[in-house]
């Protein structure tokens, strides 16, 4: 399995979402997501979100290799099919 790259955060936003997070609040500088009593907080700017931020984030949310890159796949055509 390739190793996961540093995605843009509205497609992060969107993996969340596709794995049932709703958005919480949305900020100057970020959104929050919640599932269950789960929060993700994702920063809304910068051409990529780090490591240091998306790996917690999946990890919490119980999100393996696997699941992200099938998710992903589906939130990239999604993301591309809409012009967002």
Known sequence: ????????????KRI???????????YRSCWAL???????VIPKYGDL????IMEPVLHGAGIDH????ELKKRA???VAG???
Do not use: N
Not at 1 to 12: T, V
């Open 34 to 40: 919640m599932k269950d009593r789960h929060v993700a």
């Open 49 to 52: 979100v780090s490591f240091d």
């Open 82 to 84: 809409t012009g967002r």
């Open 1 to 12: 399995m390739p190793p996961l790259a540093l995605i843009a955060p509205r497609l992060l």
């Open 16 to 26: 969340l979402e596709l794995e049932g997070y709703e958005l919480e609040g949305e």
């Open 66 to 69: 696997q699941k992200y890159f």
């Open 76 to 78: 990239e055509s999604e």
